[in-house]
């Protein structure tokens, strides 16, 4: 099974701020996804990246999929306490047959 | 939304008991997955399912059996539970297997508690 590791695991900040969290591992993934979940709820996916090098943009939030699709990194402008959450990220395995997720970042943002 | 209810949300019982979660979907996705989340952990692949009577393990299966009789439906069974199982279950669909970067829809969750 291919490793995932996130970090940090914990994240507390005031709104306003600019945060980012990273997503690492030694193999390489076909695809990789961001998922956020909150309390009592399952995950819901925010994005997929497909290609090395690839950003992709959602309002304030900024996803890119390193060149040699082995990383991943969330970055988030202006964070709000409505981004607070469990942040997952998650690889597809180049095999096809797995998807392995990280451990999560636990996001804050205090009013 | 994809529809997924899990059954029971909740349930306590007992070390050496059996126990059946299960998961239902009415958006006729082919594939559907049991993961089970613990702090630090992430989620971890138990089993999974690519179609009816046809599953496979995860990561984490030992202690654990499924199965799949109908399309919508995927049951998780503790055939006699360890408190090391005691964890959030979540049941998740997929119209397309991972390797199409397909997109996981996930249920609410069934936290169950083996005392």
């Known amino acids: 099974t291919q490793l995932l590791e996130q970090s940090p695991q914990f994240l507390s900040i005031q709104e306003g701020e600019n945060l980012t969290v990273y997503c690492n591992s030694s193999?390489?993934?076909?695809?990789l996804q961001w998922y956020r979940q909150e309390p009592g709820e399952g995950p819901v996916l925010l994005v997929t990246v497909v290609t090395g090098g690839e950003v992709k943009k959602l309002k304030r939030l900024t996803f890119q999929f390193g060149d040699a699709r082995k990383d991943s990194s969330l970055h988030i402008t202006a964070a709000q306490p409505g981004d607070t959450g469990l942040y997952l990220c998650?690889?597809?395995?180049?095999?096809?047959?797995?998807?392995?997720f990280g451990e999560g970042t636990q996001l804050t943002v205090n009013p | 939304d994809a529809g997924i209810t899990q059954s029971p949300r909740h349930k306590v019982t007992e070390t050496g008991t059996p126990v059946t979660l299960r998961c239902h979907q009415t958006?006729?996705?082919?594939?559907m997955y049991w993961y089970r989340q613990d702090p630090g952990h992430g989620l971890r692949l138990i089993h999974y399912s690519y179609g009816v009577k046809d599953t496979d393990k995860g990561e984490v299966s030992d202690g654990y059996s499924v199965s799949r009789s109908k399309t919508e439906d995927f049951l998780l069974t503790l055939e006699s539970a360890t408190s090391s199982q005691t964890s959030v279950y979540f049941c998740a669909t997929a119209q397309a297997a991972w390797g199409f970067a397909g997109e996981l829809f996930f249920g609410e969750g069934s936290r169950l508690t083996v005392l």
């Open positions: 998650a690889g597809g395995e180049t095999s096809g047959s797995r998807l392995t």
């Open positions: 193999s390489v993934f076909s695809s």
């Open positions: 958006e006729n996705h082919r594939y």
